[in-house]
């Protein structure tokens, strides 16, 4: 008898689910997309990070990189080897190079041995002093088998490589630039590198090293991206940094001592030549002196023969003295080398990038799934809680035939358990793999990250199952539990309706009595039913405002480029000259800027600074300029107040910092900072003013504040200009004639900010069409679910209104004009909460050198909700024809 009734248990069991398909399904999907956004943003991150670090644990990435202006030495290799923890110290070579007959420079390195490796693509390694391999970015534009050439420089004293033709062998894939098109300045071809090259060692011809790689040893078996490995290197950094401070001074004097050893002996060598010319010059005054006016012709001549050797001999003095002051003049112009310590982050750009994105990604999973799955509980209360009424004669019947209430209860949480677990298992396994290869394949098309390794992870995996079946469980429990508690004989009764009341609206009476009859029923229906009208505006409200804070993301992206590049800068490039410029450099430099091709520029002094920001691994660099002519900065550079648009002008009080940069630092009108320039000195700066800038750290002063900054005279050392044809192409032919003046250091091009800019709205924009799909599915089964419980539960009234000679038309608004109504109210409250959201996130998603656009567009919220009405209204034909396909006399005769 017990295990009949036990297989009659389970048949009940297996018929409410197919029973009921809609609603099983219903449950399904909501978990389904609660799990598949949840698990697949929380695995998305890490399994970017891990594709990254084992990437660079199989090359070996150093974990710091020294250069220097003047190459590293033997004292300066000494140097290194003798740093304590430094487990590996590896030296190489490198020279930036011109593609001949193009304006694309490449960065020639010398092949690694164990530090900072590369991988091989295609073909092979270089492996004599004639072979290269390529970037593998190239592999289509140079085949195997190729020769390709390069422009020497103009300087043989620069010139390091042997020859300047190579033998392509292989492409490769460098651990050192992982972004596809930022590789980094040079001062060759535009001023921008398009990528690099690999040679051997024997290709340079170089007394010095340029580039020193470092591994250490307690940061081996630490993952790059563990707090605890960033806290080490910038120890490291630290100590590496104190141990070359005065190395600068050093190299500087060994490199005079033997010039000036030579100048000296040259000079000593001038005066004993000087001395014996004069004592010859004398005597042969004494000779003219005694011959006197009756000397014999021949006398005369050996003494104008021995003058005229003098003169000879002066001549070549003078001469000497000349190159002399050249040498002296040259020995003075030396200057110090400049040695250059760079972390993981800081010289690799791309794989900051890549890590930031990552990061945003994990930003992401604390709030999109939580919306989720709050909203997957509230419709699964309401779905459990219409399940159990409608089942209230069956619970009777069980508890009256001696069921216990744990087998009653037994049936409905088989059919939570199922339908939710089914849902979790399917949300977590496309969420394990297709979101995060969609997330990395739009991150990774700026980058050259490949082959994502998918990882399971059994913690969100656990806990995605835990919440989804929780939500499903804990309502099953709930009602059941508070239905059981009646006898047998009220569960087999229907359950009484909820009676009508007075709402506090029939109390204003002149709106009520213009009130037709429908829109009163309406009206005190929405307070008759307050769980189910609560239900519905939530649950509206949470699917808005997840559309809301995913279209207000892509919105605060897309438009930085228009406002950084259309609004606030107005230039196309900075030109930036050497530190030392002479007159015949200058002299070229203004005929450039005199080109035809240049409608305006200024000239600025222009420096690059820094500043140690909390909590981060890199230096924040910050971009100053400098003007002595105030009034002209605004023809290139709008400043002005985000918030109130108001004008800021350059004025003796201080420095003008740009937005993103303040926010970073906490930094207010008033407060002082303290940055260091490129020779590790310190300049306090007081803030004068805070202006809106969304792409890259500045700093704006006037020429009073810059003197009195930097305790020095103001000189200009850079322009700012403007083009008459700004394309792409007319930059980088413009760039690459300012790179071929002597005096021309560095060119900036505005375009390589909008590549940085449209890579990171690609990768963001990708996932949030994801995310937004997501919240368009979830409005479809939220609004569903809730009206099809509505018409469920109110079938007998709606077969009477029927009845009563209702048009098909009327009955399906007399039902859903609430749901309308509710649709619309959920939609303004989810406005406030996608408001909300979109403020956290931007505050969790933004980069370090990039200000996000605060505050929702009207057009955002405008689209957001004719979705939300659009899927409401659409929902309403569905429920028409279901409304049509009434049995009105199987519904009226229903047990009451």
Not at 290 to 307: K, V
Request: proline share 2%; net charge positive.
């Amino acid at each position: 008898m017990v295990s009949y009734a036990k297989k009659t248990l389970n048949k009940e069991i297996r018929r409410s689910i197919t029973g009921s398909l809609g609603r099983f399904i219903s449950i399904f999907s909501l978990m389904l997309l609660g799990t598949f956004a949840f698990v697949g943003l929380k695995v998305s991150g890490p399994d970017m990070r891990r594709t990254a670090e084992d990437f660079y644990a199989q090359h070996h990435l150093a974990d710091l990189t020294l250069t220097s202006t003047l190459g590293l030495d033997h004292s300066d290799q000494q140097l290194i080897n003798e740093t304590k923890g430094v487990k590996k110290a590896e030296f190489g070579y490198f020279q930036d190079l011109v593609i001949k007959g193009k304006e694309n420079s490449l960065r020639l390195f010398s092949k690694p041995d164990e530090l900072s490796t590369y991988e091989l693509m295609s073909g092979k390694l270089p492996q004599k002093d004639s072979e290269i391999a390529l970037d593998y970015l190239y592999d289509g534009q140079y085949k195997i088998g190729q020769t390709i050439d390069f422009t020497p420089p103009k300087s043989k004293d620069s010139d390091l490589i042997k020859n300047h033709s190579f033998k392509i062998v292989g492409f490769v894939k460098s651990s050192e630039y992982v972004d596809k098109s930022d590789f980094g300045s040079t001062t060759v071809g535009t001023g921008k590198l398009n990528g690099y090259a690999l040679v051997t060692k024997e290709a340079f011809d170089s007394d010095v090293y340029m580039i020193a790689r470092l591994s250490y040893k307690n940061l081996q078996n630490i993952s790059i991206f563990d707090s605890k490995y960033d806290s080490r290197l910038k120890t490291e950094q630290k100590t590496l940094e104190n141990t070359f401070k005065n190395q600068p001074e050093k190299r500087l004097a060994a490199l005079k001592t033997g010039p000036e050893k030579q100048i000296n002996e040259a000079k000593s060598q001038i005066v004993e030549e000087e001395n014996q010319l004069t004592q010859q010059e004398n005597q042969l005054i004494a000779q003219k002196n005694q011959i006197g006016e009756n000397a014999s012709a021949q006398a005369i001549e050996q003494i104008n023969a021995g003058q005229n050797q003098n003169n000879d001999g002066k001549e070549k003095i003078a001469k000497a003295k000349a190159e002399l002051a050249k040498q002296e003049t040259a020995l003075n112009q030396l200057e110090k080398p400049t040695y250059q310590i760079n972390n993981l982050k800081e010289g690799n750009p791309g794989y900051k990038t890549f890590l930031d994105d990552s990061t945003r990604i994990d930003s992401l999973s604390n709030i999109f799934p939580v919306v989720l799955f709050a909203i997957a509980l509230l419709v699964s209360l309401t779905t459990m809680t219409r399940f159990v009424e409608e089942e209230r004669g069956n619970l009777g019947l069980l508890k009256a035939l001696g069921y216990s209430n744990r087998d009653i209860r037994k049936k409905f949480m088989v059919y939570g358990l199922v339908s939710s677990g089914l849902g979790a298992l399917v949300g977590t396994i496309i969420g394990h793999t297709f979101l995060p290869i969609a997330v990395f394949n739009a991150y990774t098309a700026s980058s050259t990250f490949s082959n994502l390794r998918l990882t399971l992870s059994p913690l969100w995996t656990i806990v995605a199952f835990a919440i989804a079946i929780a939500c499903s469980l804990l309502p099953a429990y709930w009602v059941v539990r508070m239905e059981l508690k009646e006898v047998p004989a009220s569960l087999f009764l229907a359950k009484v309706p909820k009676a009508g009341s007075r709402i506090l609206l029939e109390k204003i009476n002149f709106i009520w009595k213009r009130m037709s009859f429908t829109y009163k029923v309406t009206a005190r229906n929405l307070f008759r039913y307050k769980k189910r009208m609560l239900m519905t505006i939530f649950g509206v409200a949470g699917c808005t405002a997840l559309l809301v804070m995913g279209f207000g993301i892509r919105d605060s992206i897309s438009g930085l480029s228009n406002k950084q590049f259309g609004q606030i800068l107005h230039y196309d490039m900075i030109t930036i000259e050497k530190n030392k410029v002479n007159d015949k450099e200058k002299e070229e430099i203004d005929k450039e800027l005199a080109s035809s091709e240049i409608e305006n520029y200024l000239p600025i002094a222009f420096e690059n600074l820094t500043k140690e920001a909390s909590g981060k691994l890199e230096k924040q660099e910050v971009n100053l300029i400098a003007t002595n002519r105030s009034d002209d900065l605004s023809k290139y550079i709008s400043l002005k107040s985000r918030k109130n648009s108001q004008k800021i002008e350059l004025n003796n009080s201080g420095a003008v910092l740009s937005e993103k940069f303040a926010e970073l630092l906490d930094l207010k009108v008033g407060d002082s900072l303290t940055l260091k320039d490129s020779e590790n000195q310190p300049h306090k700066i007081k803030v004068a003013a805070i202006t809106e800038m969304y792409m890259g750290h500045y700093i704006f002063m006037n020429q009073s504040v810059y003197q009195k900054v930097f305790k020095k005279d103001f000189v200009a050392n850079a322009q700012l200009i403007k083009l008459k044809n700004a394309s792409t192409n007319n930059i980088q032919k413009m760039s690459a004639q300012f790179m071929q003046e002597d005096g021309i250091q560095a060119v900036s091009q505005n375009s390589d900010l909008k590549k940085v800019i449209e890579s990171f709205m690609y990768g963001i924009n990708s996932v949030m069409i994801v995310l937004i799909s997501c919240a368009i599915l979830l409005a479809i089964v939220v609004i569903y679910n809730l009206t099809n419980i509505n018409v469920s539960e109110r079938i007998r009234e709606l077969a009477t209104i029927k009845v009563l000679g209702f048009y098909d038309r009327e009955v399906t608004l007399y039902i859903y004009r609430e749901t309308i109504l509710l649709s619309f109210l959920g939609i303004l409250v989810g406005f406030g909460l996608g408001d909300y959201f979109h403020q956290v996130i931007m505050n969790q998603l933004s980069a370090d050198q990039i200000m996000f656009a605060p505050g929702l567009l009207w057009t955002n919220l405008l689209l957001s909700a004719a979705i939300t009405f659009a899927t409401t209204l659409l929902l309403a034909i569905v429920v028409h024809f279901k409304l049509k396909a009434v049995d009105m006399l199987g519904a009226l005769k229903s047990v009451d």
